[in-house]
């Protein structure tokens, strides 16, 4: 587990982080996120020991950063790149070794990631040789290939085909089933809302809201459903459990079955989504109106997280 | 201490391997031997034919014994070095034959024409009519043998004895010996000392630049693509500095030792000479003294900097540095005494290229040679110093350079 506790980081102008407390457990996936310019680079830092906090503590598995914590961390940098001129295994092989691999291990480790992300092929190649993508799969592999306990992965997607990103997420998935504790830094909401566990989200260095997404999810949702109906539903306006209705003007993806449906009934579906009142249990306006109309879909409407985001943002500003 | 090794050997073989250094290490040795070797073997060789020079002797005094004289002189292969024309006709006048021997030089039929005016007088007055300037080397041994005819015919006229006259002519020359401490003697030529010295103070600034910019180049790629993030966070900032320092001195000590091998075999064949060995041991520890202080100012610049643009900025400043000793190179073979020439041996930017210098020239006082010693090995321990406060803060600040001001903060900073 790693605890960062009243973290905070001045430079000469600008307090980058202030007073930033959270912790990641192991196991789970930690979204760090936050709009530009946020401070996530500079608590990332300080937690990998690249920069020393102003004030503040960070522990890991409750002991304090030292040299022996060089070797249980993965680190993706944002900005991507590596020693151009180089072979690939040679890159991978100096990277695995400075995390105190040694030679036949790191081989084998190399060998094995380079063949599970498919570029075996450009072993022997020159990292400049390589296409973009292939590029950055060799510097997710040197994140990861000492099998680290604490993984720090800023933007691990960006410039990766939608494939490839389905690729690196599955890995992602696997390491921290396997117990890692993994620090990911994304403005890709979406990409944070399919894999992190737990959120944190800062603005100029503050932080701004955190918790368990689906606690973030609860505490940002505004009590609304969406019913898709046959027949006449102008009644449900005037209901004194609802605040407002909305037409939506498209069904909810909900997979194939519904698109089956559509095309069955055609026409005669509605979809509305219904603000409840603050009182009101989901279920209980469910029994109200299931006598009266025939229903195919009922569903708690979720914020996304990109909506929470720039909410939450703005409310900050 | 393992993680040191480790990144000294990736830097050291990936370095090796790049055509930057490859390049170097044979070109720069072809390029101080082209300077070096080529202006000699090219005035050496382009006489080997008789050049014609033409005499115009008013008087009519000194033409036959000059002709004479010069005629001796011979090529390499036993061919006469001149021929000697007359172009003095009695009945010619003084203007016309200038004319038509002008003419002659610019046609190349003649290499050029000596106008001897008012001879037999006081007021003997001569002009060497050619092309350019004249070669120098044929000015100069014109110019000796016509004295030596000119004062031998004046002697003669005052009927002074021939032997007389014989043994007053010979030219004796003073040859400079180089006395050392343990009795050794050597010739002190000072074309092969020039050259000698100029080797070691050029290869000592050649390595320098091209080690120095490398390194300055990958920390700067390193920080441009954040690799230098990663490299930080899986090993001290100590065992990375140290292990590029050891890496790069090991490339210096690959370059001399190649180096080394070059010039002995065309040592061997006569390329060099053996005088430029002399001293050789008491030169290569200022050439690492020297090479170990600059490579850590370059280490210190490498941290600061963001862009290839300020990299190469400050590398200019740096060699204009480098080359300050080889201005002050020619003064010093003239008069090694100097003071502004002991001055400079002090001053760390300069002390390993005069010293080196000096080696060649003088036999310089063991306190000095010590002194020098020590400000070398003091300013080395506080470059490096510096350079590693630099390097721990400048590797991970981007963006704009630091300001002086910010630069004396990072140095007080822990």
Known sequence: MLIAENLTKDYKDITAVN????????????????????????????????IRPTSGTILFDGEPINDQFFNIIGYLPEERGLYKKSKTIDVILYFARLRNMDK??????????????????????KIEELSKGNQQKVQFITAIIHNPK????????????????????????????????????THQMDTAEKLCSDIFLINKGKEVCSGSLTDIKKRFGTNTVRVIFEGDGSFINSLPSVIRTEKSNSLPDTGEKNNLLLSETDHILSSVEVTLKEDIQPKDF???????????????????????????????? | MKKTFIIAKWEYIEKIRTKAFIISMFVTPAILLLFTLAPTWFSRHEEESTKAYGIIDTSGI???????????????????????????????????????????????????????????????KINFRSKGSGSFEDVGKIEGIFNKVKNKIQLEKAGVDTNII??????????????????????????????????????????????GGMLVRSLLEEKSNRLIEILVSSCSKKELLAGKVIALSGLGF????????????????????????????????????????????????????????????????????????????????????STIIKILSFIPFTSASIMMLRLKIETIPVGEILSAVLIM???????????????????????????LKELIRWMREK
């Open chain 2, 62 to 124: 000194y033409f036959s014994q000059l002709r004479d004289n010069l005629e001796k002189i011979k090529l390499n292969d036993d061919q006469p070095k001149y021929l000697i024309i007359n172009l003095y006709g009695k009945n010619d006048k003084l203007n016309d034959l200038k004319k038509s021997a002008d003419i002659d030089v610019v046609r190349n039929k003649l290499q050029g024409y000596l106008l001897i005016l008012n001879g037999g007088t006081d007021n003997i």
């Open chain 1, 150 to 185: 604490l993984i720090v992965l800023d933007e691990p997607f960006a410039g990766f085909d939608p494939i490839n990103q389905q690729l690196i997420r599955e890995i992602i998935i696997s390491l921290s089933s396997m117990g890692r504790t993994i620090i990911l830094s």
């Open chain 2, 377 to 403: 090995v003091i300013s080395i321990y506080l470059t490096i110093t510096f350079s590693s406060k630099l390097f721990k803060i400048g590797i991970l600040s981007y963006g704009k350079r630091p300001a």
């Open chain 2, 254 to 337: 690959t370059q001399i030792l190649i180096w080394g091998v070059l010039a002995l075999v065309t040592a061997r064949t006569a390329l060099i000479p053996m005088e430029a060995f002399d001293n050789i041991f008491p030169m290569l520890g200022f050439f690492i003294l020297g090479y170990v202080f600059y490579v850590s100012i370059f280490v210190g610049i490498g941290s600061i900097v963001s862009t290839e643009q300020e990299a190469q900025q400050i590398t200019s400043y740096i060699s204009i540095i480098l080359i300050l000793p080889t201005i002050f190179a020619v003064s010093a073979i003239q008069n090694p005494g």
């Open chain 2, 166 to 211: 014989n043994s007053v002519s010979k030219y004796v020359g003073i040859n400079p010996i180089k006395i050392e401490e343990n009795g050794k003697e050597s010739k002190a030529d000072f074309l092969t000392i020039f050259f000698s010295s100029f080797i070691f103070i050029m290869l000592l600034m050649m390595m320098i630049l091209s080690t």
């Open chain 1, 104 to 125: 036949k291990t790191a081989l084998s480790e190399a060998e094995h990631w380079l063949k599970k992300l498919d570029i075996s092929l450009y072993r022997n190649k």
């Open chain 1, 286 to 317: 469910l029994k109200d109106i299931m006598g009266r109309l025939s229903i195919t879909h009922y569903s708690v409407v979720e914020p996304t997280l990109d909506k929470i985001f720039i909410d939450v943002i703005r409310n900050s500003q």
């Open chain 1, 19 to 50: 007073n930033v407390s959270f912790r990641v457990e192991p196991g789970r996936i930690f979204g760090l996120l936050g709009p530009n310019g946020a401070g996530k680079t500079t608590i990332i830092r300080t937690i990998l020991n690249i």
